[in-house]
């Protein structure tokens, strides 16, 4: 099991990035795939994720209205765009999946088994 993200950068404030997660040797369907990130000293959180059989998504509220997550079936990728960036963004981003619908209404650290090797993003004021 292999995810392979990419996308992480520098970027000032109110700018954009995207992310891609590829990879997992399990086909994109009936998946459950969600974006985290942890800033220097503080926990894991959930960000957004997307259940993949239907394309339910969930953006945690931090993140709501300018994070939003898609995926391309075709290419077994999950994309996390990042619009209005602020400093409080700053982070290491993971993806991760777990097989299987996700939790309703969330997105749990310890829901996911499988992660990605995380990238860097810096928001500069």
């Known amino acids: 099991v292999q995810l392979v993200e990419s996308g992480g950068g520098s970027v000032q404030a109110g700018g954009s990035l995207t992310f891609s997660c590829a990879g997992s040797g399990y086909p994109l369907s009936n998946k459950c795939m969600g974006w985290f990130r942890q800033a220097s000293g503080k926990e894991r959180e959930g960000v957004a994720r997307i259940y993949t059989a239907i394309g339910s998504t969930y953006a945690a509220d931090a993140v709501k209205g300018r994070f939003n997550i898609s995926q391309d079936a075709a290419e077994d990728t999950v994309y996390l765009q990042m619009n209005s960036l602020k400093p409080e963004d700053t982070a290491m981003y993971y993806c991760?999946?777990?097989?299987?619908?996700?939790?309703?209404?969330?997105?749990?650290?310890?829901?996911?088994?499988?992660w990605g090797q995380g990238t860097q993003v810096t928001v500069s004021s």
């Open positions: 991760a999946f777990r097989l299987g619908a996700c939790r309703a209404g969330t997105v749990f650290v310890r829901d996911f088994p499988h």
